[in-house]
Structure formats: structure tokens, C-alpha cells
């Protein structure tokens, strides 16, 4: 074939991801055999991510999806080399995309995602969907965390990707913005726990200790059942602070978030966040 037609080289870009000129020179190596084509940019990615494997991958992004309608979402941390490709759009698509893979195929773990044909139907293994990526951006990536959640959920990833929350409730989630809203609440309040029974009995004999010492000091020359009291408040006042269904809602402090999900006939089971570099 003398001239390869750009309309060949766009139907090869949709297929592979892989740049125009990358795309043209396939094509001109095989005659313009499209398929011919696909096999020598696979095999091209191939070595692009063996020999990106190895480089170490500090940073990355949390991909987020939720399908209220199916009650299902995923999490995924995507990991790369360096702060720009976190914002890169092929970058951003694919975190979100292995995200929704994760929500729709029931997987166990990373190792197991890899093997996996993905979801889009072209085929291609989830590591090689990967391999399409890092062929046009040249750094390594790779998941390292992932959450699945199927039954009644919302979802939530912030705007720079840093992390993402899922929270999973028991009743008819009819209510998708509330849930989305409490995952927000999430991110920006930070709580250890769901309920006051889940914080670690160490965690809270720390701060009773640091209360005490605290009560102690305020409470001096009072009796001592005082000082107890005046301790037991701020434990109480550090739970409520720290403690989900207790927290004063984020966008009307009037209410706390176990009262919102009360009146809308909801009850919290979990919620899990993953954060980037977090351990």
C-alpha cells in the first residue's frame, strides 16, 4: 500500500491507544494489515512495560466507581513514576476504568485483576490494557490496593485523586446523592471508625489517660468524681469527633450522619477509603 489513509490509522488508534505516528508506522510495516499492525504495537508495549517494570512507582491515583443502580463500586490505587502523569488524561480514564472493572467482575486481589480479561470487551488482559498506557505515557504503572463492595453503596474520589471512599449501607439505596455527600463528609473529616464499638480499646485508653491529665490540671482542689466526669467528656467529645455515625454532618452540623441515614432508612455497615502511599 503506497499511502496509508489517515481514516486506517484512526481506526488503529481507537483500537490501540497507541500514538499516530507509532499507529503509521505499523500500518506501513505490514502493508496497511490492521491486525498485522495491532500484534507489532503489542508486541512494542510489551517491551515498553518489561522494561518500565522495574522503575520504582512513587506516585499515583485513587480510581473510583460506583453503580448505584447494580449496588456494586470498586477502588483502585493506581501507582506511576511522577506528579504529572497523575493528571494525565490516559492516566485518569485508566484508574477510572480499572475502578469500574473492579465494581462489575468479582476479584480477590491484584495479582488476580491482572489475569483478567477486561472489561471493555477488546479482549485484552488488564495488564495489557495497562501495557496500552504505559506504551503512550513510557513510565510503569501498576495497581497495588483495590476494594470491591457489591450490595447497597455510594462512592466518592476527590478532585486530585488523593484518595477515594466507598461506604456500603444496609436498606434500599434510594438515596445515591446522600451517600455520595457522606463519603465526601468522609474525606474531609477523616473518622478511625463507624461506630464507637469499632475504635481500637488502645486507642481509647490513650486518650482517656491524656483526659485524665488534662482533667487533672482544670480540676484541681476539686473532688475527684469531678475530674472523673470532667475526663469522661473529653473522651466523649473526642469519639464524637472521630467516630462516623456520631460526627456532625459536614454540610449541616445540625445533624449528625447516623441521624441522616436514620431518616433515610439507612443503616451503615462500612466504609473504606484508600489514600495514595498510605500503608
Known sequence: MSEIPATLVKQLRDRTLAPFGDCKKALVETDGDIEKAIDILRKKNSAIQAKAGSR???????????????????????????????????????????????????????????TQ???????????????????????????VKMVR?????????????????????????????????????????????????????????????????????QGKGKPANIVEKIAEGKVNSWLKDNVLLDQPFVKDESKTVGELLKAAGLKAKRFVSLRVGQV
Open 149 to 217: 463492595i457489591e450490595g447497597s453503596c455510594g462512592a466518592y474520589g476527590h478532585h486530585d485523586g488523593s484518595i477515594g471512599v466507598v461506604l456500603e449501607v444496609e436498606g434500599a439505596n434510594t438515596h445515591p446523592e446522600l451517600l455520595r455527600d457522606i463519603c465526601m463528609h468522609i474525606v474531609a473529616k477523616k473518622p478511625i471508625a463507624l461506630t464507637r464499638e469499632e475504635v481500637p480499646a488502645a486507642l481509647i485508653d490513650k486518650e482517656r489517660e491524656i483526659a485524665k491529665e488534662q482533667a487533672e490540671v
Open 56 to 114: 520504582e512507582t512513587a506516585e499515583g491515583r485513587i480510581g473510583v466507581f460506583v453503580d448505584t443502580a447494580k449496588g456494586v463500586a470498586g477502588l483502585v490505587e493506581l501507582r506511576c513514576e511522577s506528579p504529572p502523569v497523575t493528571k494525565a488524561d490516559h492516566f485518569v480514564a485508566l484508574a477510572n476504568d480499572l475502578a469500574k472493572h473492579i465494581a462489575h467482575t468479582p476479584v480477590k486481589d491484584v495479582e488476580e485483576l491482572l
Open 117 to 143: 480479561k477486561f472489561i471493555d470487551g477488546s479482549g485484552k488482559t488488564v495488564f495489557d490494557r495497562i501495557g496500552d498506557v504505559v506504551g503512550i505515557i513510557r513510565e510503569n504503572m501498576k495497581p
